[in-house]
C-alpha cells in the first residue's frame, strides 16, 4: 500500500513539476551574425540581417531584440516573422540598426530577449553586430566571369544562370563571359583561361564558384555583404567611332585597411551570333531538370547542337584583369569621401571580335590586390561624342586648364607625346591632340 502511494506522490510532483521543466525548453532563439552593417549618419536607422536558429520547441511567430554599444541599449525592438520558425530551423530577418553620431566603424552587441512574449531561454542570446557609419551606403554590385565554350555540351548551364541573374537582378549583375577555343575567345584573359579545367566554371567576384543552374541565393548572400566604396563609370566615343574613353570613378565611404586596390576595364558585347556559329547543348529534351527557370527551359526545349546562339556578355577586351597598371591603382592614402578618378581609352578600330558597336558596354572592376577579390565594380552604355565627352580644341580654351594627359592605350604621361594624346581638362573634359614632333 505505502509502496502504490510512493508511486503515486512520484508521479503526481513529475506531472507538476512536467510544464515547468517544458517551458524553460520551450523558447530558445539563438542569433548569429558578423556581417557588416552599413548606416547613413543622418538615417534614424538601417536595415541589417540577423540569422537566428530555433533550438526550442515552440514555433517562433516573435522575438523582442535589444541593441547595445559598450554597455548602453540603444534600441529595443519587436520583431514579427514574416513565416513561423520551426524547431531547429534557421532563418534569416531584417532588423534595424541605429547609426552612430558620428562616421565611425563600431560593434554593436544584439541580445535576442524574449520570444513569442516568454523570456529567452538560449544558451547564448547575443551576438556581435559590426556597424559602419557613413554619409551614403555604398551601391554593391556583383560580378560573375564565367568561363564557356561553345564547344561544350554542358555550358548551357552557365548562359542559363548567367541570363537568370541578369533577368533578375539588372541593376546589381554584371555579367562577363569569357570565351575559350571557340570564335569569341579574348586575348585579354588568355592569363586566367589557362588555369580552368571544368567547363562552365562561374566565378562570383572572383571569391565562390557558382555549381548549380541557378544562384539567387548565393547572389544575394553576396550583394548584402556590402562594399566600402562607391565606384561609377562613363564611356564616350570619339567622333569617328574607333575609340572609347572610360572615366571610372572610385569613392571610399569606409577608411580602408592595409590593402591595395585597382581598378580594371572590360570591354563586353551583347547578341554576338553567326549562323555557322553551333552552341552543343546536353540538357536538350531533359524533362527532369523543366522548371527550375525560364533561361533554361530554353536549352531544354532546344535541339541538341543549337545554331546562331546569341552570345550575351562577351569579353571582347580588357586591360588590367590580371595585372593592372601603376596608372589605375587606388592613390594612398586614400581619404572617405574624396573621389578619385582614372581614363583608359579602348582602340576598337582593329578589333577582330567586334560586331555590333551599339551593343557594347563597359564594365570597371575594383580589385582587391591583396585577396585578389572584387570588391565592387560598375557597368555603362557609351555615349556619342557630341554629348560631352570627347571635344573641340576650341572648346577646350574656354577657361578649362589641363589635369591629365594619357596616350590612346590609357598610358598617363606628363608631357605631350608624338601621336594621338588625350588631354583631360579641369572641366572634365576630354579631347584628342594629335602631337606631331
Not at 209 to 219: G, I, R, V
Not at 244 to 249: F, K, Y
Not at 325 to 354: C, G, M, R, W
Amino acid at each position: 500500500m505505502k509502496k502504490r502511494i510512493c508511486i503515486q506522490l512520484i508521479a503526481l510532483i513529475a506531472i507538476l513539476c512536467y510544464p515547468i521543466n517544458l517551458r524553460a525548453d520551450d523558447y530558445s532563439l539563438a542569433p548569429s551574425t558578423g556581417q557588416k552593417v552599413y548606416v547613413p549618419i543622418h538615417a534614424q536607422s538601417a536595415k541589417g540581417l540577423l540569422y537566428i536558429t530555433n533550438y526550442g520547441k515552440v514555433t517562433v511567430q516573435d522575438f523582442t531584440y535589444t541593441i547595445s554599444f559598450e554597455g548602453t541599449i540603444l534600441m529595443e525592438k519587436k520583431h514579427i516573422m514574416e513565416e513561423p520558425l520551426p524547431r531547429m530551423e534557421v532563418a534569416t530577418v531584417e532588423i534595424e540598426v541605429p547609426p552612430h553620431s558620428q562616421l565611425s566603424e563600431t560593434e554593436l552587441q544584439i541580445e535576442i530577449t524574449k520570444v513569442n512574449g516568454e523570456p529567452n531561454r538560449a544558451t547564448i542570446p547575443h551576438a556581435n553586430l559590426p556597424r559602419v557609419t557613413v554619409t551614403q551606403v555604398p551601391h554593391r554590385r556583383v560580378v560573375v566571369e564565367e568561363y564557356t565554350g561553345m564547344w561544350c555540351r554542358y555550358c548551357p548551364r552557365g548562359i542559363a544562370l548567367m541570363e537568370n541573374l541578369e533577368n533578375t537582378y539588372p541593376d546589381d549583375f554584371i555579367g562577363i563571359a569569357i570565351h575559350s577555343s571557340d570564335p569569341l575567345k579574348c586575348s585579354d584573359y588568355a592569363w586566367n583561361i589557362s588555369k580552368i579545367q571544368n567547363y562552365p566554371t562561374l566565378q562570383m567576384n572572383r571569391s565562390r564558384k557558382l555549381s548549380s543552374f541557378t544562384a539567387t541565393d548565393e547572389f544575394e548572400k553576396e550583394r548584402a555583404m556590402g562594399a566600402d566604396m562607391d565606384i561609377d563609370v562613363s564611356a564616350q566615343w570619339d567622333k569617328q567611332k574607333e575609340n572609347i574613353t572610360v572615366i571610372p570613378s572610385v569613392t571610399f565611404r569606409v577608411s580602408p585597411k592595409d590593402a591595395t586596390y585597382a581598378v580594371a576595364y572590360v570591354l563586353t558585347e551583347d547578341g554576338m551570333t553567326k549562323p555557322t556559329w553551333i552552341q552543343y547543348n546536353v540538357f536538350s529534351g531533359d524533362a527532369s531538370l523543366r522548371g527550375i527557370s525560364a533561361e533554361l527551359d530554353k536549352f531544354i526545349n532546344a535541339p541538341s547542337v543549337i545554331r546562331g546562339l546569341p552570345n550575351n556578355f562577351t569579353a571582347i577586351a580588357a586591360k588590367g584583369v590580371y595585372t593592372p597598371a601603376e596608372e589605375d591603382y587606388i592613390k594612398t592614402p586614400i581619404e572617405v569621401d574624396k573621389t578619385q578618378s582614372f581614363t583608359h581609352v579602348f582602340d576598337i578600330s582593329s578589333n577582330n571580335l567586334l560586331q555590333d558597336k551599339s551593343k557594347l558596354k563597359v564594365c570597371v572592376l575594383l580589385i582587391n590586390l591583396n585577396t585578389k577579390k572584387i570588391e565592387n565594380a560598375a557597368k555603362c552604355s557609351i555615349t556619342d561624342a557630341l554629348s560631352t565627352g570627347i571635344s573641340s580644341a576650341a572648346e577646350a580654351q574656354k577657361g578649362a586648364v589641363e589635369t591629365a594627359r594619357y596616350t590612346l592605350d590609357g598610358r598617363r604621361i606628363q608631357a605631350p607625346q608624338k601621336g594621338v594624346n588625350l588631354v583631360k581638362y579641369s572641366d572634365g573634359r576630354v579631347r584628342k591632340e594629335i602631337v606631331t614632333r
